[in-house]
Structure formats: structure tokens, C-alpha cells
């Protein structure tokens, strides 16, 4: 199966956009709140180990490989199976009472 180049560049651009998304939403989820949280330790001098919390880089990295699989698999869904909507029909109804 052959995919035209097209094709290729919207799904690059879809993972990209999404690794992005997935980098600020890692940033603003997990860094941001892991920030505080190393914060609140150091001003206020408590012995918690804070080991288990990853580096920045880590955070980033997850959040951008979570974010371009996740656009990929809907780009790929959406390619197969298109999203359809029900759309109420407004059309006038001879039987309407009300004539509306």
C-alpha cells in the first residue's frame, strides 16, 4: 500500500502537533505541580525523599511520546473510521399542528 506524500505530511504534522500539546500539558500536569511540591519541601526544610520524582527531561520526553501516539492513533481512526453526526432534520412537517 502506497500513501501519497500528502498524506504523509498531515500525519507528521499531526504527531508533531500532537508531541507538542503533550509536552505543554506534561509541563503544566506533572512539572508544574512537581515544582511546588519541591518548593514547599525546601522552604519549609521537611526529610521527604523526592527521589521518585523524574528528572524535567523525563517528564518532557513522556509527554511528547504520549501526546504524537495518541494524535496518531486518531489520525489513523479518522482515516478509517470517519466521525459522523446525527443532525436533527428541519425540515417542515405537513402533520405540525403548529406550523412551525
Not at 500525519?11 to 511540591?37: C, D, H, N, Q, R
Not at 518548593?39 to 519549609?44: D, L, P, S, T
Not at 446525527?86 to 425540515?91: A, G, S
Amino acid at each position: 500500500m502506497r500513501f501519497s506524500p500528502e498524506l504523509i505530511a498531515q500525519f507528521s504534522k499531526s504527531v508533531g502537533l500532537g508531541a507538542l500539546t503533550g509536552i505543554v500539558l506534561a509541563i503544566v500536569f506533572i512539572a508544574m505541580p512537581g515544582a511546588a511540591i519541591l518548593f514547599v519541601v525546601g522552604v519549609f526544610n521537611l526529610s521527604w525523599d523526592l527521589s521518585w520524582f523524574p528528572d524535567a527531561i523525563t517528564v518532557l520526553v513522556f509527554g511528547a511520546l504520549a501526546g504524537g501516539c495518541f494524535a496518531g492513533i486518531l489520525f489513523i481512526k479518522d482515516r478509517y473510521i470517519p466521525y459522523v453526526e446525527e443532525v436533527q432534520d428541519f425540515e417542515e412537517d405537513p402533520d405540525d399542528p403548529f406550523g412551525r
